[in-house]
């Protein structure tokens, strides 16, 4: 990690849709929001257009997944509520043409409206570190002390706008201790190792949790290069654990992972 200091901001808003990648007709969402999602949110907030349906960018344009790549932006997320999932029906158009668009059942009874179930999140709200070196980083704390976004962000889909609070820029600390460490953030599992177990099993057993398959490493191409079974407590309490190398201490924040 090139950064010694995490920024940390509150995202949170009514609704909010993290679509796990295995999911298609019914789609559930992931407890918190994934990486990519974040760092979309943040090129939003940048004003970082997104690639085209050939997945091309404006010539001199950097691509958003270098701006926020696996080399040079860590991030750690803690629930800052409970998380509740409720499911809620979409009523989805078929847009591929005017005739099915237009009309909910034409002559050719062709639908043009499907209703798909969603799982989302209700009241989400995420506590936000992230340790990102890049020449848009000042910009970046302007921008979220002002609330000066130049698109409109949202959680997941952009119906669900989102709300972001800038806290502060803090210096990270690493964690000495090899035993068991409370953390207030998601764990990445496959990131711990150890001959023991990655949890404290015990503590653990009085909590409410879900573990979850993360793509971690998007890359330009949209393949994903790195996954993580990442941990999260469903309460937003804290989390016993092993640290890693990727572990930390924060002041007034307590002990963070980045995944």
């Known amino acids: 990690m090139n950064s010694k200091t995490t920024l ?10 993290f679509r796990k990648f295995n999911t298609t007709t019914s789609p ?20 970082i257009e997104r690639e085209d349906s050939q997945n091309k960018i404006r010539e001199k344009k950097e691509h958003l997944r270098e701006v926020f790549s696996n080399k040079n932006a860590f991030l750690a997320i803690r629930p800052l509520s409970e998380i509740k999932k409720v499911n809620i029906g979409f009523n989805l158009l078929n847009t591929k043409s005017d005739n099915a668009y237009f009309n909910i059942e034409n002559k050719k009874n062709e639908h043009g409206r499907t209703q798909i179930e969603y799982e989302i999140l209700k009241d989400p709200k995420f506590r936000v570190y992230l340790s990102w ?3 848009l980083k000042n910009e970046l704390i302007e ?17 669900m706008t989102a709300n972001i609070e800038f806290v502060a820029e803090k210096e990270l600390i690493e964690i000495s201790k090899t035993g068991y460490t409370d953390f207030n953030t998601a764990i990445n599992l496959s990131e711990v190792q150890s001959e023991k177990a990655p ?23 949209r393949t994903i290069k790195r996954y993580g079974e990442v941990l999260v407590e469903m309460n937003g309490d804290c989390v016993r654990a092993l640290p890693n190398n990727k572990s930390f201490s924060i002041e007034d924040e307590g002990n963070i992972q980045f995944i």
Not at 32 to 45: D, K, N, W
Not at 201 to 216: A, Y
């Open 8 to 17: 940390i901001f509150d995202v949170y808003g009514e609704y909010g849709h």
């Open 28 to 47: 559930l969402t992931y407890s918190i929001p994934t990486p990519s999602a974040v760092f979309g949110l943040l090129g939003a907030v940048l004003g």
């Open 133 to 135: 070196e890049h020449p």
């Open 143 to 159: 921008r979220l002390k002002n609330k000066n976004f130049h698109f409109n962000p949202y959680l997941g889909i952009s119906q």
């Open 199 to 221: 949890i404290d099993i015990d503590f653990i057993k009085e909590r409410t949790f879900q573990v979850e398959t993360f793509p971690l490493d998007m890359q330009i191409d």
